[in-house]
């Protein structure tokens, strides 16, 4: 987030989530605070995708592993797509490691853009991860002999934007040259890897699992031989427990469950199944550790823990998100004490402790520790006081490790990517200054300058390549929309989260507020604002409404009721019941509309009358009307947030009345926006990258070569340059010139 804004928009978090699997077959634990070893699930026949229709079905296991396959089958056609940056913003790091072979080599896992390697102390960073597996990351480790293991799928679920899960554990012994897969596909999400020091063959994994659906391969898991098999150690206590840590020292092991699901309007961040767990017989049995630690209950939300020896420390938070204690133990765990109340640790969760639950102790000084979050929190007394560094470096912290060659020095990932301090952490914060992945929610483009492109970034706002050395932000947040005006290149629009824009006639140098001047009862994490093709002047913004303004921004008026079916089941984050995309026509009379919750609308008479076209289908990622034919219409879908990992496109030439699934032979996945380019051709960004039809859909060929294996939020059409600009989330933006 734009430190800027922080203190508008402390809410400021991403992400949140593919999908994987039914629920496992495996027993639940016994009832008792002792947790007795259950083998993880076998991995299950592959299953083949006979139809993609609207969920209902069950939805088979390696849903991302699936769609990956699919799309890499699909015969391409294009050029290469070409990164055009950002380089100097960075972004989301949710894991690092040391090369314990190689002074100065660091690893650093992107929550959605694979994985990175610095050899020259964390100041510049080279992808050392296939292009053509999932980029969706969650923990890095090596082991002693060098090997190297990364583990799959982001473990920090999102508050309005979404993560995603991963494909399992892989292993490299070159240092990331290449890589063998070593099973466990159906975790959704790895949180940690532990090597033992004393025999680099023996393995831990905290397995998170899938956000949105249930069982799979949950919980602890142990192999020793170097991940050939895997044995799982510690179950939770339902389909949504997943493990967050797990640590060894000397003969214990220590873990954390957490219960956490998400659906569509409701996020469940906490449970009974949440609790530190520890072992003194490598994973046989377990106890549940209390002592001073909060019981288990319904209200139990993230723990993060770190132990050194005798002394333990853990941040708890509550299942809806804030602080609820810093605890300390000298005794292993077998006692806690409740450190003294703190504003700064309180205010440094916010009100979405889930997305950090990190402690670091120094492996110096066990009295000298970091908290991850929003701003990053440092003890030197074993947590009696506390001081917060929000200022000299990024917010929103998930990353940190000691380089035991040079004492001292500490990396830090965050939100804006990663920092390097050579005093203990303490201060002395150096960025990083090439680090390819930030991860986008938008672009904008103007047919008149080539050069200009802007986007909105997660949690490094709103970014632009002119007004400054390189990309620089000019509005803070988590940057959503962004628009500039077709006929003027300094009108631009930028947006953060849930609907807060502004307006500029300077390129972004200076910025008025204009959200307040619109209707809303509730407004989605991305908000929608679209100028009318007919007229630059005329815009529309969607919240539960539609407002429609006739003088570039400065004033607002509604012209529809409530287009949603109202708002959804979460009493905290009541942003659900939202438009989520707007699509007027050439003829400046009719706009179709689309919602968070599945519907279609459309009116003829700029709002007089609204006629639904379509519901019950998944979130409406995108409408899109020809911009020669306005009864020619597209609306793209994303089930993720219902567990379902379908791509869903449909077409309709009668203005709505008909609708005809033209999702063919797209790969597994959801589509995001669709473009309708010269000649009838139709383009389509997915989470498994960019699709081309030149049948109207139905068909559809890979488009470019050179683009990861990245979600591609936002595509824009310069038809004049006969240009493509994708946003992806995760590796920054890329072009493609078509024909």
Same mark, same amino acid.
């Not at 102390?121 to 292009?131: E, I, L």
């Not at 214990?252 to 957490?258: D, F, K, N, P, S």
């Given at each position: 987030? !734009?430190?800027?804004?922080? %203190? =508008?928009? #402390?809410?400021?978090?991403?992400?949140?989530? @593919?999908? +994987? $699997?039914? &629920? /496992?077959?495996?027993?639940?634990?016994?009832?008792?605070?002792?947790?007795?070893?259950?083998?993880?699930?076998?991995?299950?026949?592959?299953?083949?995708?006979?139809?993609?229709?609207?969920?209902?079905?069950?939805?088979?296991?390696?849903?991302?592993?699936?769609?990956?396959?699919?799309?890499?089958?699909?015969?391409?056609?294009?050029?290469?797509?070409?990164?055009?940056?950002?380089?100097?913003? !960075?972004?989301?790091?949710? %894991? =690092?490691? #040391?090369?314990?072979?190689?002074?100065?080599? @660091?690893? +650093? $896992?992107? &929550? /959605?853009?694979?994985?990175?390697?610095?050899?020259?102390?964390?100041?510049?960073?080279?992808?050392?991860?296939?292009?053509?597996?999932?980029?969706?990351?969650?923990?890095?480790?090596?082991?002693?002999?060098?090997?190297?293991?990364?583990?799959?799928?982001?473990?920090?679920?999102?508050?309005?934007?979404?993560?995603?899960?991963?494909?399992?554990?892989?292993?490299?012994?070159?240092?990331?040259?290449?890589?063998?897969?070593?099973? =466990?596909?159906?975790?959704?999400?790895?949180?940690?890897?532990?090597?033992?020091?004393?025999?680099?063959?023996?393995?831990?994994?905290?397995?998170?699992?899938?956000?949105?659906?249930?069982?799979?391969?949950?919980?602890?898991?142990?192999?020793?031989?170097?991940?050939?098999?895997?044995?799982?150690?510690?179950?939770?206590?339902?389909?949504?427990?997943?493990?967050?840590?797990?640590?060894?020292?000397?003969?214990?092991?220590?873990?954390?469950?957490?219960?956490?699901?998400?659906?569509?309007?409701?996020?469940?961040?906490?449970?009974?199944?949440?609790?530190?767990?520890?072992?003194?017989?490598?994973?046989?049995?377990?106890?549940?550790?209390?002592?001073?630690?909060?019981?288990?209950?319904?209200?139990?939300?993230?723990?993060?823990?770190?132990?050194?020896?005798?002394?333990?420390?853990?941040?708890?938070?509550?299942?809806?998100?804030?602080?609820?204690?810093?605890?300390?133990?000298?005794?292993?765990?077998?006692?806690?004490?409740?450190?003294?109340?703190?504003?700064?640790?309180?205010?440094?969760?916010?009100?979405?402790?889930?997305?950090?639950?990190?402690?670091?102790?120094?492996?110096?000084?066990?009295?000298?520790?970091?908290?991850?979050?929003?701003?990053?929190?440092?003890?030197?007394?074993?947590?009696?006081?506390?001081?917060?560094?929000?200022?000299?470096?990024?917010?929103?912290?998930?990353?940190?490790?000691?380089?035991?060659?040079?004492?001292?020095?500490?990396?830090?990932?965050?939100?804006?990517?990663?920092?390097?301090?050579?005093?203990?952490?303490?201060?002395?914060?150096?960025?990083?200054?090439?680090?390819?992945?930030?991860?986008?929610?938008?672009?904008?483009?103007?047919?008149?300058?080539?050069?200009?492109?802007?986007?909105?970034?997660?949690?490094?706002?709103?970014?632009?390549?002119?007004?400054?050395?390189?990309?620089?932000?000019?509005?803070?947040?988590?940057?959503?929309?962004?628009?500039?005006?077709?006929?003027?290149?300094?009108?631009?629009?930028?947006?953060?989260?849930?609907?807060?824009?502004?307006?500029?006639?300077?390129?972004?140098?200076?910025?008025?507020?204009?959200?307040?001047?619109?209707?809303?009862?509730?407004?989605?994490?991305?908000?929608?604002?679209?100028?009318?093709?007919?007229?630059?002047?005329?815009?529309?913004?969607?919240?539960?409404?539609?407002?429609?303004?006739?003088?570039?921004?400065?004033?607002?008026?509604?012209?529809?009721?409530?287009?949603?079916?109202?708002?959804?089941?979460?009493?905290?984050?009541?942003?659900?019941?939202?438009?989520?995309?707007?699509?007027?026509?050439?003829?400046?009379?009719?706009?179709?509309?689309?919602?968070?919750?599945?519907?279609?609308?459309?009116?003829?008479?700029?709002?007089?009358?609204?006629?639904?076209?379509?519901?019950?289908?998944?979130?409406?990622?995108?409408?899109?009307?020809?911009?020669?034919?306005?009864?020619?219409?597209?609306?793209?879908?994303?089930?993720?947030?219902?567990?379902?990992?379908?791509?869903?496109?449909?077409?309709?030439?009668?203005?709505?009345?008909?609708?005809?699934?033209?999702?063919?032979?797209?790969?597994?996945?959801?589509?995001?926006?669709?473009?309708?380019?010269?000649?009838?051709?139709?383009?389509?960004?997915?989470?498994?990258?960019?699709?081309?039809?030149?049948?109207?859909?139905?068909?559809?060929?890979?488009?470019?070569?050179?683009?990861?294996?990245?979600?591609?939020?936002?595509?824009?059409?310069?038809?004049?340059?006969?240009?493509?600009?994708?946003?992806?989330?995760?590796?920054?933006?890329?072009?493609?010139?078509?024909?």
């Amino acid at each position: 987030m !734009g430190r800027g804004l922080l %203190s =508008l928009v #402390l809410a400021s978090i991403t992400g949140a989530a @593919l999908l +994987a $699997a039914p &629920a /496992s077959a495996a027993p639940p634990p016994p009832p008792t605070d002792v947790y007795r070893p259950v083998r993880g699930p076998a991995a299950p026949a592959e299953y083949r995708y006979l139809q993609k229709t609207l969920p209902g079905e069950s939805i088979p296991r390696h849903a991302h592993d699936l769609a990956a396959a699919e799309a890499r089958e699909l015969p391409t056609v294009g050029g290469r797509w070409k990164s055009v940056g950002p380089t100097n913003i !960075g972004g989301r790091i949710v %894991s =690092l490691a #040391l090369d314990p072979k190689r002074a100065d080599t @660091l690893y +650093a $896992a992107a &929550a /959605s853009g694979g994985l990175w390697r610095s050899i020259d102390a964390g100041q510049t960073f080279h992808s050392v991860w296939p292009d053509s597996w999932t980029q969706a990351m969650g923990a890095v480790a090596t082991a002693p002999d060098g090997t190297l293991y990364v583990g799959t799928g982001e473990p920090n679920p999102g508050g309005g934007s979404i993560t995603y899960e991963g494909t399992g554990l892989y292993r490299s012994k070159d240092g990331g040259r290449s890589w063998q897969p070593l099973g =466990l596909r159906d975790s959704g999400a790895i949180s940690a890897i532990t090597v033992d020091p004393a025999n680099p063959r023996r393995l831990y994994v905290a397995a998170a699992g899938s956000l949105y659906n249930g069982g799979g391969d949950r919980g602890v898991y142990r192999s020793e031989d170097g991940g050939a098999t895997w044995e799982r150690i510690l179950a939770g206590a339902n389909e949504f427990t997943g493990a967050t840590e797990i640590v060894k020292d000397g003969n214990r092991l220590y873990a954390v469950l957490w219960d956490h699901r998400r659906r569509p309007d409701l996020r469940t961040y906490g449970g009974v199944g949440s609790g530190v767990f520890r072992s003194d017989d490598d994973g046989a049995t377990w106890e549940r550790l209390g002592g001073g630690l909060p019981a288990a209950g319904p209200d139990v939300g993230r723990i993060g823990l770190a132990v050194a020896g005798d002394k333990a420390y853990a941040i708890v938070n509550k299942a809806s998100g804030p602080f609820e204690g810093f605890y300390a133990s000298s005794d292993g765990g077998d006692s806690w004490n409740r450190t003294p109340a703190n504003a700064d640790l309180t205010a440094s969760q916010s009100s979405f402790g889930w997305w950090f639950g990190k402690v670091w102790i120094d492996p110096r000084n066990s009295e000298h520790a970091h908290v991850a979050g929003v701003a990053l929190l440092t003890t030197k007394d074993g947590g009696d006081t506390w001081t917060a560094d929000a200022t000299s470096i990024h917010v929103d912290h998930h990353a940190m490790v000691w380089d035991p060659r040079r004492p001292g020095r500490v990396y830090l990932g965050n939100d804006g990517g990663v920092y390097r301090s050579d005093s203990d952490g303490d201060g002395g914060w150096v960025k990083a200054r090439h680090e390819p992945y930030t991860q986008l929610y938008s672009a904008a483009i103007s047919p008149k300058d080539v050069t200009r492109i802007s986007g909105g970034a997660q949690d490094n706002g709103s970014l632009r390549s002119w007004g400054g050395d390189g990309f620089n932000e000019y509005l803070g947040g988590d940057g959503e929309e962004n628009v500039i005006d077709p006929t003027d290149v300094n009108k631009v629009i930028a947006c953060y989260q849930y609907g807060n824009c502004f307006r500029s006639t300077d390129g972004g140098d200076t910025l008025t507020y204009f959200a307040d001047a619109t209707t809303f009862k509730r407004r989605n994490w991305f908000t929608p604002v679209v100028h009318d093709p007919s007229d630059p002047k005329v815009l529309y913004y969607g919240s539960e409404v539609l407002n429609r303004s006739t003088d570039g921004g400065v004033t607002w008026q509604p012209i529809s009721p409530d287009l949603t079916g109202g708002p959804g089941a979460d009493p905290i984050y009541t942003n659900f019941g939202t438009i989520t995309s707007v699509a007027p026509a050439s003829d400046g009379r009719t706009v179709y509309v689309g919602t968070d919750d599945g519907r279609v609308w459309v009116t003829k008479d700029l709002g007089a009358t609204w006629t639904k076209l379509a519901e019950g289908r998944p979130w409406v990622t995108r409408v899109v009307v020809d911009p020669k034919n306005p009864d020619r219409v597209f609306t793209t879908h994303s089930g993720y947030r219902s567990g379902s990992p379908l791509p869903h496109v449909y077409g309709s030439t009668d203005g709505g009345a008909h609708w005809r699934n033209l999702s063919g032979n797209l790969p597994s996945a959801p589509a995001n926006d669709l473009v309708v380019a010269r000649g009838g051709a139709l383009y389509i960004g997915t989470d498994q990258g960019v699709f081309a039809s030149f049948k109207g859909g139905g068909h559809w060929l890979r488009l470019g070569r050179g683009m990861p294996a990245v979600p591609v939020d936002d595509i824009e059409y310069d038809a004049g340059h006969q240009r493509l600009v994708a946003a992806t989330f995760g590796r920054g933006f890329y072009e493609l010139k078509v024909s």
